[in-house]
């Protein structure tokens, strides 16, 4: 066996173990990051029904989104864009508690999120899923949140992986539809 023959046979070997060493990396992390048990309702009525969470859970959970909702639901300039978006009639007018102002459009409060706190079982992390308001988009099946994310496209218990975006809260946003000549649409968020 030359030298360069020897290198290249060391080089090939070297990256395998990398390699390897990276697919194990990422095999044992996934073993420590559960899917976490969530669910979506419409009421609390829902959630004390299904009884998967406790009633204090439950109505809770119902208090922290119906205040984000009121605080930071998504915003429109007017009805009509909020209605393009959320359908006719399920819109209302935001407060003054509302990160905007009174006087903008968002949608009804259509129901909300609720998932377990944190914790560990034999060594498997389940993130907590925080408390979030969900809207019932005219364009998307089921529940988004505030961004307009697909959360679950049904009511009741779900697993939501670790690395949803749901887990994450939404920051505030107000939306600006204009609409152009020849039915053309633009949006902007700030």
């Known amino acids: 066996m030359t030298s360069e023959d020897r290198y290249e046979y060391v080089k090939g070997g070297v990256a395998l173990a990398i390699l390897g060493t990276l697919v194990v990396g ?70 003054s508690v509302h990160t905007t102002g009174g006087g903008h459009f968002s949608p009804y409060f259509g129901g909300y999120l609720i998932g377990q706190p944190d914790k560990t079982v034999n060594g498997v992390y389940y ?15 089921g529940f988004v949140d505030a961004r307009g994310i697909l959360v679950t496209n049904k009511a009741g218990g779900f697993k939501m992986a670790y690395q949803s975006a749901a887990h994450d809260k939404p920051p505030a946003l107000t939306t600006t539809l204009a609409r152009s000549g020849f039915g053309a649409r633009h949006f902007s968020a700030s």
């Open 127 to 141: 993130p907590a899923v925080p408390a979030s308001a969900l809207y019932e988009s005219r364009h998307v099946p």
């Open 26 to 95: 990422v095999y044992i992390d996934s073993l420590y990051r559960g899917d976490t048990e969530t669910a979506a309702y419409k009421t609390v009525d829902d959630c004390l029904k299904d009884n998967k969470f406790g009633p204090d859970d439950c109505r809770n959970s119902f208090a922290i989104a119906r205040d984000e909702h009121l605080n930071s639901s998504p915003s429109y300039d007017k009805r009509e864009d909020c209605e393009e978006e959320f359908g006719d009639g399920r819109c209302e007018q935001t407060s």
